[in-house]
């Protein structure tokens, strides 16, 4: 690979902006105030996340915008207000959402789905990881992005070290997004594998593996793209 280019795919590395999804207005629920710290949840505990879960499930659901985007917000306030999120809270909260999560990402409502996807990439647990790397190849490049972004919500949650999976998971996520981009044909799908590659950077190793895996995956990116330009020439 020529050295320039090398050095301008660790540039944007280094320029990308930290995902937090944290820094928006988000609050821990009253509902789940001493509940979203604890590792060990009792029955009592597991029926306050019922409770609060299942209502905000239906309306995710329920086929209109308004109430799908104030259900995506609602089910995001705990996984991001909380600065001391139990792993013990994200598996229930996870196993309570994942397949209503998993019927709308397959379905056909791109709104929906969309919402989905969001909440998926803050989960952090191995079910949403791969519901999530099931996305990439989807037909809707809107899907591809989205999930794509959300991949990269999860590889900031690794790299922050509070996620309920194993951080050498990172090595399959980071691997599977450098194999969109390098194939992608959209560019904003591209540029949104970027940026998720870019989340990783709160964790040394992580921020290097994601960049080698970027240098290639440009490499191939930019040949496609000559190829297909040459093609059109020709």
Do not use: K
């Not at 821990?28 to 019922?50: F, K, M, S």
């Amino acid at each position: 690979m020529p050295r320039f280019l090398h050095a301008v795919v660790i540039l944007v590395a280094a320029a990308l902006p930290a995902a937090s999804a944290a820094a928006q207005a988000y609050g821990v629920p009253p509902e789940l105030e001493g509940v979203v710290g604890r590792q060990n949840i009792d029955e009592a505990g597991q029926q306050a996340i019922r409770d609060y879960v299942d209502p905000l499930a239906r309306d995710l659901a329920s086929g209109r915008p308004d109430a799908i985007s104030r259900a995506r917000e609602d089910l995001l306030a705990p996984l991001v207000a909380a600065d001391d999120i139990s792993v013990g809270f994200r598996l229930i909260y996870a196993e309570r959402l994942i397949g209503t999560l998993t019927r709308l990402i397959d379905g056909n409502d791109e709104i929906a789905a969309i919402a989905a996807l969001r909440v998926a990439g803050e989960l952090g647990t191995g079910q949403s990881v791969d519901l999530l790397l099931g996305t990439l190849d989807a037909g809707s490049p809107a899907i591809r992005y989205a999930g794509v972004q959300a991949l990269g919500a999860t590889l900031r949650l690794i790299a922050e070290g509070n996620p309920a999976l194993q951080a050498d998971r990172a090595t399959g996520i980071i691997a599977a997004i450098a194999d969109l981009i390098a194939a992608e044909p959209d560019a904003f799908v591209v540029d949104a594998g970027v940026r998720a590659l870019g989340a990783t950077r709160n964790d040394a190793a992580m921020r290097q593996a994601a960049i080698e895996a970027m240098a290639g995956a440009m490499v191939e990116q930019i040949g496609m793209r000559r190829g297909a330009v040459g093609d059109q020439s020709a």
